[in-house]
Nanobody
Framework: EVQLVESGGDLVQPGGFLRLSCAAI????????VGWFPQVPGKEREAVVC????????SYSDSVTGRFAIPSDNAKNKVYLQMNNLQPEDTGVYYC??????????????????????WGKGTLVTVSS
């Protein structure tokens, strides 16, 4: 059975940081596109980070550019998300997803909800003072 398991969500104060982890069980991340999708009540789920595990190409949404990053020390079959300078608007359940379709818009990699084949159950990030 294929599973993606997220961990690392927590309650942090504005300006704080977290490192989320996504572990793949039953599949390998090699050759996949991995996205991190925050779900905020009342908003559409959209990827804030999209990462190609083969060539390490990474794209970020405008809202997280300069604050979030995919570290270079990803362990075998794990992908991390380093979240710095967290703000209240970053609050949400963060889902890790993986797929095999590489979509480019201009020179940016895009992770589209409908293109992802595997999803985790999410980890809650709360940014509040």
């Amino acid at each position: 059975e294929v599973q993606l398991v997220e961990s690392g969500g927590d309650l942090v104060q504005p300006g704080g940081f977290l490192r989320l982890s996504c572990a793949a069980i039953g599949i390998t991340f090699a050759g996949t596109i991995v996205g991190w999708f925050p779900q905020v009540p009342g908003k559409e789920r959209e990827a804030v980070v999209c990462f190609n595990t083969d060539d390490l190409m990474t794209s970020y949404s405008d809202s997280v550019t300069g604050r979030f990053a995919i570290p270079s020390d990803n362990a075998k079959n794990k992908v991390y998300l380093q979240m710095n300078n967290l703000q209240p608007e970053d609050t949400g359940v963060y889902y890790c997803a993986a797929g095999h379709l590489r979509v480019l818009e201009g020179d940016a990699l895009r992770c589209l909800d409908n293109d992802m084949s595997y999803w985790g159950k999410g980890t809650l990030v709360t940014v509040s003072s």
